[in-house]
């Protein structure tokens, strides 16, 4: 077993790093303040091949693995998390769907300009009365001729006032997950249009809206997949998203852990530095130890991928643990610097209203659990036959 | 164009630096080492000159086998070849032995220009730059802050004390770059896959034709950290007291007003 | 090396007249040199009275170049010179300031040489019989003493940090001509021009106080107010990295460890908050005043004195308060020297 990242994911480690202290920590406290990013910032990541990690160089992307792109969430996320989020969804839930399931034209029209950041994508699955429940959606796409035309509203989209490619999930057929299909639409598709723009709790400077369809035409050659097949691309995203989301998450961690690091030396009462009392060490020794848990966790899941092997369990598992992780983190960075950490001049507040998001999206804990469960239960129906026979290893 | 850049692998200096017990450098242990600042330069330089003129990027260093990450990162930056010179004999080398060994792996390459960073952020020394230059028989221009080709010669812009010097310099030459002649690019991912299968040239002094190790000049005595300062007095309360007392103090107790 | 060595210096001058390195180097050429001879070598174009004058601070023997290819300098004019003089007298000892021609020059003349070489030194001092430099590194986290073994030894001494050797009336030297017989062709670089940094003051690097500005100072028109106080105290105006970063001051301010390394006697830190990138170019200052509204800032753990308080408001009174000291002193302003 190797433990240590590989020379080229330590080479990407570094650079991403280095780009994000110099970039992006500079400005992540007012991006958050004033709820945006600079445009110019995309354009960067992408012309170091960062909006399409996994892709491969002849679409327009970086040529690398699933462990790179973990390595580079977290890298950015630990800086800021808000474009962590930006980057997750354009790499996970927009380059990926059109590179699996897309053809030859739709690759060379969409992905390209993606995977090479001159182009933003978002997702848009999730409505009103669909989240957790996303089989029961309820977007239409009706045949007219050569062309669809999609009626209903999305919500929670994240990138939703920026992007210039929509990947939209509508139903097709008849109720139930085999009647959706995915649709890849533009900004300025006639019918489409970017409804109310969300307040958030945290990682302002990413935008989340609503996207309004009403009879929105869209050619025939915008239909990604199959008909009908729209589950199934929605559902291979989520594996390869999650992973990224558990980067983004542990970037978060890391900040709240090396921030508590750097104020508890720091900061004096009682004649002492606070990183020299008791209470203060063992929430920084349970930090450190739980972000690197989920670390091992991350790199794993991603590996069995990069090795093409089935990882919904790590997959969820890594998401599950590494969210619930910098919460946890975030919650405790706050607490070491008291006051101050209540104070928006530092950098721990932020930390705690960007964590909260992981928990939530790209599948809430609850659904990650409900995940895991069904995996390790299902392996247990089998696992309880050899003991019975005289205990036969499973 | 044939462009060499010199580059070293020196240790990260944001990371604080631990000095040996024994007083004899610094505790290898927990350094991170990275491509030397100054070389960043050097290797962008390099880049923007083959990106506008045609040619090849080669990168030489002579170090230990960590040393090839430098060389991975110039390669990730865009460089076309490396070569990495690894010896024993290397760590008891001084600078100008060590500029001889450099000067020795570049000859051959019929260089049209040789780039170095003016100095590399761990010992600061600045020697191997026109050493490199004497033993190569080239002209050289140091601390560069502005390089333009031209045909047969190259302009550059150095500060001196006070001013700005424009020089030209018939090329082949060596050119020190310093900080602000560019803004090094950060390496693409493509650019990392790309320096992996990039096969790095091996030399050690023998292949060199270097039979016996330069005898070096001078010698370390001691490393120690420098000198601690004080904190001095603070000065707080309302602005025109302070300025009076600071003045007072600068005059009499400092003298240096 | 013997109590009794001969020390040679490598004398810049500008305009005919020494400049303040070369006094510095002089006067630890002496120090050095003991009952040895004290020599220096000028280059240049119109040099003809410089001997007296470098006679006056202590050389005994002035070695002259005189030339017009040999100004302005150019490394392969001086390198084949001073090359050629140094290796048929071969000293034991050769000081050369660490300006932009001495670091341009010396590693050039040491690879010519073979000889050791050891630049930016803080300190050159003989102990045991050996030659031994002081000198920062790893970005001032620390200092390394370094000993010359048996040759020649090139020293390349930091400015701002020897005392100028002070002049005497009735020293005389003996001036030995060099004959120059440069191939113009053999001189392959050539200044095409020099524009001087529109900057009224001392280089940074030879400046005894500087005024520094940093990310505080909010804006480039608030480099007036350092400017003011420059002016007042005669002092040069240098800045941290983030000014220059934002372009609100060229390069050539930076002071640091991407920029110059100065020691002044008296360095003003406004409004910069003493990052160990910055503090790698000033530390050697004898006296720093900080002013800072923050007083977490770390540069307060270096400062003589720590001024906390507003930088807007502390400047104009400070300004106020020198020239208020410099009329009443009737010195006229300590203009700074060249």
């Not at chain 1, 104070?343 to 609850?366: L, M, W």
């Not at chain 2, 240790?11 to 991170?32: C, F, H, M, Q």
């Amino acid at each position: 077993m190797e433990f240590t990242l590989s020379e080229e994911h330590r080479l990407v480690q570094s650079t991403v790093r280095e780009w994000a202290a110099n970039r992006l920590l500079p400005i992540a406290a007012e991006m958050d303040r004033t709820g945006s990013y600079p445009r110019g910032l995309v354009r960067e990541l992408g012309e170091m091949g960062l909006t399409g990690v996994f892709i491969p160089e002849e679409y327009g992307g970086g040529g690398m693995d699933m462990v790179s792109y973990c390595v580079v969430l977290e890298e950015i996320a630990r800086a800021e998390a808000a474009l962590a989020a930006v980057l997750s969804v354009n790499n996970s839930l927009v380059c990926y769907p059109l590179f699996a399931f897309g053809t030859e034209t739709q690759k060379r029209t969409y992905l390209t300009e993606l995977a090479s950041g001159r182009k933003l994508g978002c997702y848009c699955l999730t409505e009103p009365t669909a989240g957790s429940d996303a089989a029961s959606l309820r977007t239409s796409a009706r045949r007219e001729g050569p062309s669809w035309v999609l009626n209903g509203s999305k919500i929670f989209v994240t990138n939703g006032v920026e992007a210039d490619v929509l990947i939209v999930y509508a139903r097709t057929g008849s109720e139930g997950p085999h009647g959706v299909s995915a649709f890849i639409a533009e900004r300025g598709d006639p019918g489409l249009s970017v409804g109310k723009v969300e307040r958030k709790l945290g990682i302002h400077a990413s935008s989340t809206a609503e996207i309004v369809l009403q009879d929105c035409r869209l050619p025939a050659d915008r239909l990604l997949g199959e008909e009908g097949t729209g589950f199934t691309v929605a559902m291979a995203t989520l594996d390869g998203g999650r992973i990224g989301i558990a980067g983004q998450a542990l970037g978060i961690a890391r900040a709240a852990l090396e921030d508590s690091v750097a104020y508890a030396k720091d900061r004096r009462q009682f004649g002492r530095p606070i990183a020299e009392f008791q209470a203060t060490q063992w929430k920084i020794a349970d930090m450190a130890t739980r972000i690197q848990a989920g670390r091992l966790l991350m790199y794993r899941a991603a590996w069995i991928r990069d090795q093409g092997r089935r990882h919904t369990l790590e997959a969820s598992m890594a998401k599950l643990f590494a969210s619930e992780t910098a919460m946890w983190a975030a919650t405790h960075a706050v607490q070491i610097y008291g006051g101050y950490g209540y104070i928006q001049d530092y950098p721990v507040e932020r930390h705690f209203r960007d964590a909260k998001i992981t928990e939530i999206y790209e599948g809430t804990s609850e659904v990650q659990r409900l995940v895991i469960a069904r995996q390790v239960l299902g392996a247990l129906d089998h696992a309880v036959e050899p003991v019975r026979a005289g205990g036969r290893e499973a | 164009m044939n462009i060499v850049v010199c580059v070293k692998h020196v240790p990260d200096t944001e990371v604080p630096i631990k000095i040996r017990a024994d007083g004899r450098g610094v505790e290898e242990s927990g350094l991170n080492h990275v491509l030397n600042f100054y070389d960043e330069h050097g290797v962008e330089e390099a880049l923007r000159i083959k990106e506008r003129f045609g040619g090849t990027v080669t990168l030489v260093t002579a170090g230990p086998s960590r040393a090839v990450e430098a060389l991975r990162t110039g390669l990730a930056m865009g460089a076309d070849a490396a070569i990495h010179i690894q010896d024993p004999a290397l760590s008891s080398l001084d600078h100008v032995g060590t500029a001889r060994v450099l000067a020795a792996a570049i000859k051959p390459l019929s260089a049209d220009l040789v780039l170095c960073g003016k100095l590399s952020t761990d010992d600061n020394a600045a020697v191997v730059g026109p050493a490199v230059a004497e033993f190569l028989d080239l002209p050289q221009a140091t601390a560069i802050t502005k390089l333009e080709l031209g045909e047969g010669a190259a302009t550059a812009h150095r500060e001196v004390e006070g001013a700005v010097e424009v020089l030209e310099v018939k090329l082949p030459a060596v050119i020190t770059v310093e900080r602000g002649i560019n803004e090094p690019r950060y390496p693409s991912l493509p650019g990392i896959m790309r320096a992996r299968r990039t096969a790095v040239a091996a030399r050690t002094l023998a292949d060199l034709g270097i039979a016996v190790p330069p005898a070096g000049h001078v010698e370390l005595l001691n490393m120690t950290p420098p000198p601690k300062r004080q904190a001095g007095r603070r000065l707080e309360g309302e602005a025109a007291v302070i300025v009076q007392d600071l003045v007072r103090a600068l005059r009499e107790e400092a003298k240096v007003l | 090396m013997s109590a009794a060595s001969d020390v040679w210096i490598i004398a810049e001058q500008a305009g005919g007249r020494p400049r303040k390195i070369t006094y510095e180097l002089l006067g630890l050429a002496k120090t050095l040199a003991g009952q040895g001879t004290v020599h220096a070598v000028v280059a240049g174009r119109e040099i003809a009275g410089i001997a007296e004058d470098l006679a006056a601070h202590g050389a005994q023997v002035v070695h002259v170049a005189a030339s017009a290819l040999l100004e302005p300098y150019t490394t392969d004019a001086h390198a084949q010179v001073i090359g050629t003089l140094l290796a048929e007298a071969a000293p034991g000892l050769v000081l050369v300031g660490s300006t932009a021609a001495g670091r341009d020059l010396a590693p050039r003349l040491a690879a010519k040489l073979d000889a050791g070489i050891v630049t930016d030194c803080a300190s050159v001092e003989v102990q045991d019989g050996r030659v031994v430099a002081a000198r920062p590194a790893m970005t001032r986290k620390a200092i390394v003493r370094v000993a010359f073994h048996d040759g020649i030894r090139i020293a390349v001494v930091l400015p701002n940090i020897y005392p100028p050797a002070p002049a005497e009336q009735g020293r005389s030297a003996d001036v030995v001509t060099v004959p120059v017989t440069l191939d113009p062709a053999s001189i392959r670089t050539r200044v095409v021009a020099v524009s001087a940094i529109k900057r009224e003051t001392v280089p940074l690097t030879e400046a005894d106080i500087i005024v520094s500005g940093g990310r505080g100072l909010r804006g480039p028109e608030n480099f007036a107010l350092l400017d003011k106080l420059a002016a007042a105290l005669g002092a040069a105006v240098g800045s941290s990295r983030p000014p220059v970063d934002s372009g609100w001051v060229p390069h050539d301010y930076e002071i640091g460890q991407t920029g110059k390394t100065v020691n002044p006697q008296l360095y003003i830190a406004c409004g910069i908050s003493g990052a160990p990138q910055h503090l790698a170019g000033m530390s050697g200052s004898r006296c720093i005043v900080a002013i800072n509204k923050d007083p977490q800032a770390p540069i307060f753990g270096v400062a003589t004195y720590g001024v906390v308080g507003d930088l807007f408001e502390i400047l104009p009174l400070l300004t106020e308060e020198v020239r208020r000291l410099k009329s009443a002193a009737g010195d006229g302003g300590r203009q700074a020297a060249g």
